[in-house]
């Protein structure tokens, strides 16, 4: 019998560096996203299997480089601030010559799966998308520096590093994907709607009954929950557990490293662990863990 050849998992950029090149600079704790400042000289790199990440190289100085898929080598020569993005998990390799100096972005699958289920597109890319140039007066661009500017760890920097990964995933998939038009809501959500969600904020650590969110909306349970999906897009108890998610999201962020799963779970308004653990992953597509980036 014939061995199945082993295939070659994608590489993870984040941890791997080619020998030409040395990482200056790197972000550290930012859920589902990294940054690096990178220089260098000139190398060639194969990713026979891909990227585990999705990769926004940013140039801060002048680069010639070939880019190298399976149609063809495309030699480009990019000017400082330009970008190019490279899709996760399909073959590729380059070849560059002289000084590199540039900054990194990489998006876990999961974190621009995210991004694009909200836009209502898939995140799969095309080997081509590596062929293509973003210029300097891209709306990436801005957003990268200022991306970069959080590497200095100042007060509030994961939470900002999160804001601007999710603005270059919208800007990255607007290039590279045809986005749905955007459809204004025709009004306001209504009052009831407003006092419903007002309640569930106020007690979201307590166990609350449908009837008890429509008799604070003023209306029977029935209209309550079809006025409230249709001007929320879930039904009541999904938008509770959402928020729950979110608070649970807070805490994770500001004091992960030091409170338990369990006192984040009941601080979230989740009857345990693992309930949080079930709903987390339910609606974010990750685990509590895997949002620390452990």
Do not use: C
Not at 49 to 66: D, M, T, V
Not at 273 to 291: E, I, K, Y
């Amino acid at each position: 019998m014939t061995p199945t050849p082993t295939r070659i998992p994608p590489v993870d950029i984040e941890t791997y560096v080619p020998l030409s090149i040395t990482v200056v600079r790197r972000s550290s704790g930012w859920p589902g996203l990294f940054m690096q400042e990178r220089r260098g000289s000139s190398g060639v790199v194969n990713y026979a299997s891909g990227i585990r990440q999705h990769i926004l190289y940013f140039f801060l100085k002048p680069l010639r480089q070939e880019v190298i898929i399976p149609s063809g080598v495309r030699p480009v020569s990019y000017a400082a601030g330009e970008s190019r993005f490279t899709p996760a998990g399909i073959p590729v390799a380059f070849r560059w010559s002289g000084e590199v100096h540039l900054l990194m972005v990489g998006f876990e699958p999961w974190f621009f799966e995210r991004v694009a289920a909200e836009l209502g597109v898939p995140a799969g890319l095309p080997v081509a998308t590596n062929n293509n140039t973003l210029g300097t007066r891209h709306p990436v661009a801005p957003l990268v520096r200022a991306l970069g500017m959080e590497l200095e760890n100042a007060a509030g920097s994961t939470l900002a590093a999160e804001g601007l990964g999710r603005a270059i995933a919208v800007r990255l998939l607007r290039e590279f994907r045809q986005l749905p038009p955007h459809r204004p809501s025709d009004a306001a959500p209504p009052t009831a709607v407003l006092r419903a969600v007002a309640l569930m904020r106020r007690r979201l650590t307590e166990p609350l009954t449908l009837g008890e969110i429509a008799a604070a909306a003023g209306l029977s349970p029935f209209h309550f929950a079809r006025q409230f999906k249709a001007a929320t897009g879930h039904p009541p108890h999904e938008y509770l557990v959402r928020l729950r998610v979110d608070r649970a999201q807070e805490l994770l962020r500001t004091h992960g490293r030091r409170w338990t799963m369990a006192a984040i779970a009941q601080e979230s308004g989740f009857s345990d662990q693992s309930h949080l653990a079930r709903q987390f992953r339910r609606v974010l597509g990750v685990t509590p863990g895997d949002f620390l980036g452990s």
